[in-house]
């Protein structure tokens, strides 16, 4: 059953508010769509794939681990799935298969899969991400791992942010590597280069005015580019990482992490959704990461997660005809 809270964010999106407009309805092809992330966000691009395999094509992880690695356990997150050496196993994701919690496990061996760790990443270890690696594998998926370029814990970008070897606010590293770029011609195929400029429309829009209850800002991010204006285009979405949304660092990553120019050129809609900073005991997530551990509830990770229900909500929408 869906939550309180949940029901109030999905009304929220088709609700106007005088700090945003409501997520327009595109005409886009909701039906199969790529997702992408860094860190928390990585984590749950990847929950997206697994829950929603049947609709979710390929998935891109940056500095993050393994479906379900932290097994509903904050003590088990930090300890094993972001320093430690996590095992890549596929027992969980069947597991929830087979009770109808996660689409068919089957699906992810024909994704597309798209992988990445810095070699000065010392946030989130090599051996996590290689886990998630082997655990791809498990499922017959044939993931492209990159894993020699001198990055800190960040989104990796051609000419964008701080350092290279940085870790630090807003989480995103010049590494002369347009890591956007990559992983979108890995998802989707060949495509044209990416524009000069970014020249589409940036769009705030309400993503629920009780979204606070699950650690989501009232407040999520579109782009849409001229073309999507008026014809059918693909979604991808694009989860920021822990201390990475607007509320931390306004902008810069939903400008800044490199998706936008080659949205341009390729007929692409990204989707950026926002978590929020939460110190509640019922939502305890002070760094506002997305929902890789359980803060929401003991689905987090499944179909009927609160942050799941309310992304796929907002492709839905995104899909709906034009009015």
Request: glycine fraction near 10%; hydrophobic fraction near 40%.
């Amino acid at each position: 059953m869906r939550s309180f809270a949940v029901e109030v964010v999905l009304a929220g999106l088709c609700a106007g508010a005088a700090a945003a407009e409501p997520l327009p309805r595109l005409g886009a092809d909701a039906s199969a769509f790529t997702v992408s992330g860094v860190s928390s966000g990585g984590y749950m691009a990847v929950q997206m794939h697994v829950a929603h395999s049947s609709r979710v094509k390929g998935a891109a992880a940056l500095a993050s681990g393994p479906y379900f690695c932290a097994q509903g356990s904050l003590w088990t997150a930090w300890n094993r799935c972001m320093t430690g050496a996590p095992q890549g196993s596929r027992t969980d994701a069947d597991r929830l298969a087979a009770q109808g919690r996660i689409d068919s496990t089957a699906n992810l061996a024909a994704a597309r899969v798209w992988l990445f760790s810095g070699t000065q990443d010392r946030t989130v270890a090599p051996a996590v991400v290689e886990a998630l690696e082997k655990q791809y594998k498990l499922f017959g998926a044939k993931p492209v791992f990159v894993k020699n370029r001198p990055a800190g814990h960040g989104m990796v970008t051609e000419s964008a942010g701080a350092a290279c070897g940085a870790t630090e606010p807003p989480f995103i590293n010049d590494c002369d590597y347009d890591a956007a770029g990559e992983l979108l011609r890995h998802l989707l195929g060949n495509l044209a280069p990416p524009a000069p400029k970014s020249s589409g429309r940036l769009v705030a829009f309400e993503q629920g005015t009780d979204a606070r209850g699950i650690s989501m800002a009232e407040e999520g991010y579109l782009y849409v580019p001229r073309a999507c204006e008026t014809e059918r285009c693909r979604i991808h979405v694009a989860f920021h990482g822990c201390r990475q949304g607007a509320e931390a660092v306004g902008e810069r990553f939903v400008r800044d992490a490199g998706y936008n120019r080659w949205a341009d050129t390729n007929r692409v809609i990204v989707l950026y959704p926002q978590a929020i900073a939460r110190y509640a005991w019922w939502v305890w997530n002070p760094r506002g990461c997305w929902d890789w551990w359980g803060y929401t509830g003991q689905e987090y990770a499944t179909r009927h997660a609160a942050q799941v229900r309310a992304v796929m909500a907002m492709v839905d929408r995104i899909g709906e005809p034009r009015k």
